[in-house]
């Protein structure tokens, strides 16, 4: 299900478009790709960003470059363009998963030549895109289940449509409750370094009509300790086995502050952005952006330009401080090394 007012992303006649998340919340603006490459730059350059979101691009992005292949039979050409996507961004798993998938499709339709290849992983790539917004819906579903009427929910980061194919994950489970009449609101961090929460978040809420107030990430702890808010939900760029959760940088800080304050920390996560392979949250590789992105916001520059910048554009909150992951499957609970294997088959 698209938003009634905008879409994050689609194929049309052959080509990806997507709205330029950059631009936003001040313009709307599409872009239409019809190189694989472009599609690899823009997820890259954050034109389009979120887990799910970044899978069902290089899906479509894989499928844009079939029909740059001049047989079938080129694995190894092939096997350059899934490169491209993988080298995008470390740390979203879905990516690597949307990428796989698409590799074996072309593995098993190959041998029956070009056009029926170029047919089947477009095919599969609209399959993706589906099976995202459903599941983003049965996330909403679960979800809401655990929100209580009328409660206070912090998110963190951006988790709603524009970060999937639609509808949203953490945002979804949002959006669920509101559709319910729960008469929920939420507080929105800003998310710097990025400002995904103030750009993006606040701009699909007011959108949709659901009470939000926005905030600076440093005051989430003076609002818990008022007693505002009642718990927090947040999204997930990799889960690994043993539940513990790869996030926007700052997520780990709002689970702690959680925790101190006794409000359950719940982690939307679909299917796809679990990885049973990745036995803790050591083994996640975190992506290092650039440092202009710290220096600078929209632009102006804020920082000597001689200072030294970490970045770090994740962090991992620990499964001891994550009340519930849901997943469009049902709700998993500690110990999420016995519960999220009967949702999620290991990849052989």
């Given at each position: 299900m698209k938003s009634a007012t905008f879409f994050t992303i689609d194929w049309r006649d052959g080509a990806v478009v997507m709205i330029d998340q950059r631009a936003l919340p001040t313009r709307e603006i599409y872009r239409t790709y019809t190189d694989y490459r472009s599609v690899a730059r823009a997820i890259t350059d954050m034109v389009i960003r979120g887990a799910p979101a970044i899978g069902v691009a290089a899906a479509m992005g894989i499928a844009l470059g079939a029909r740059?292949?001049?047989?079938?039979?080129?694995?190894?050409?092939?096997?350059?363009?899934?490169?491209?996507?993988?080298?995008?961004?470390?740390?979203?798993?879905?990516?690597?998963?949307?990428?796989?998938?698409?590799?074996?499709?072309?593995?098993?339709?190959?041998?029956?030549?070009?056009?029926?290849?170029?047919?089947?992983?477009?095919?599969?790539a609209l399959k993706i895109y589906q099976e995202d917004i459903t599941a983003n819906q049965r996330i909403g579903r679960h979800g809401a289940k655990l929100i209580p009427k009328g409660a206070t929910v912090l998110t963190h980061c951006n988790a709603g449509a524009l970060a999937t194919a639609g509808y949203g994950t953490a945002l979804g489970v949002i959006r669920a409750a509101w559709e319910q009449g729960k008469n929920i609101s939420v507080f929105v961090p800003e998310t710097r370094p990025y400002l995904q929460g103030a750009r993006l978040t606040a701009w699909e809420l007011v959108r949709e009509g659901i009470p939000a107030t926005l905030i600076t990430d440093n005051m989430i702890g003076h609002f818990m300790q008022k007693g505002a808010i009642d718990c927090v939900i947040v999204g997930t760029d990799?889960?690994?086995?043993?539940?513990?959760?790869?996030?926007?940088?700052?997520?780990?800080?709002?689970?702690?502050?959680?925790?101190?304050?006794?409000?359950?920390?719940?982690?939307?996560?679909?299917?796809?952005?679990?990885?049973?392979?990745?036995?803790?949250?050591?083994?996640?590789?975190?992506?290092e952006r650039s440092a202009q992105e710290v220096t600078h916001v929209l632009r102006q520059q804020i920082a000597p330009s001689e200072i030294a910048v970490a970045h770090p554009a994740f962090d991992v909150t620990p499964h001891r401080l994550v009340s519930a992951i849901i997943t469009e499957k049902g709700i998993a609970r500690g110990p999420y090394s016995q519960s999220l294997p009967k949702f999620v088959k290991r990849k052989r």
């Amino acid at each position: 299900m698209k938003s009634a007012t905008f879409f994050t992303i689609d194929w049309r006649d052959g080509a990806v478009v997507m709205i330029d998340q950059r631009a936003l919340p001040t313009r709307e603006i599409y872009r239409t790709y019809t190189d694989y490459r472009s599609v690899a730059r823009a997820i890259t350059d954050m034109v389009i960003r979120g887990a799910p979101a970044i899978g069902v691009a290089a899906a479509m992005g894989i499928a844009l470059g079939a029909r740059q292949l001049k047989r079938s039979a080129e694995p190894a050409v092939f096997a350059r363009i899934c490169q491209v996507f993988a080298a995008t961004r470390p740390t979203a798993v879905n990516l690597f998963w949307a990428i796989d998938r698409m590799r074996r499709r072309y593995e098993k339709v190959r041998a029956k030549g070009r056009e029926a290849l170029i047919e089947a992983l477009e095919q599969e790539a609209l399959k993706i895109y589906q099976e995202d917004i459903t599941a983003n819906q049965r996330i909403g579903r679960h979800g809401a289940k655990l929100i209580p009427k009328g409660a206070t929910v912090l998110t963190h980061c951006n988790a709603g449509a524009l970060a999937t194919a639609g509808y949203g994950t953490a945002l979804g489970v949002i959006r669920a409750a509101w559709e319910q009449g729960k008469n929920i609101s939420v507080f929105v961090p800003e998310t710097r370094p990025y400002l995904q929460g103030a750009r993006l978040t606040a701009w699909e809420l007011v959108r949709e009509g659901i009470p939000a107030t926005l905030i600076t990430d440093n005051m989430i702890g003076h609002f818990m300790q008022k007693g505002a808010i009642d718990c927090v939900i947040v999204g997930t760029d990799r889960t690994a086995a043993n539940g513990d959760v790869a996030n926007k940088i700052g997520t780990y800080t709002s689970a702690v502050l959680a925790g101190r304050h006794k409000l359950p920390f719940y982690v939307a996560a679909p299917t796809t952005s679990i990885d049973l392979d990745c036995p803790s949250g050591k083994k996640i590789p975190i992506e290092e952006r650039s440092a202009q992105e710290v220096t600078h916001v929209l632009r102006q520059q804020i920082a000597p330009s001689e200072i030294a910048v970490a970045h770090p554009a994740f962090d991992v909150t620990p499964h001891r401080l994550v009340s519930a992951i849901i997943t469009e499957k049902g709700i998993a609970r500690g110990p999420y090394s016995q519960s999220l294997p009967k949702f999620v088959k290991r990849k052989r």
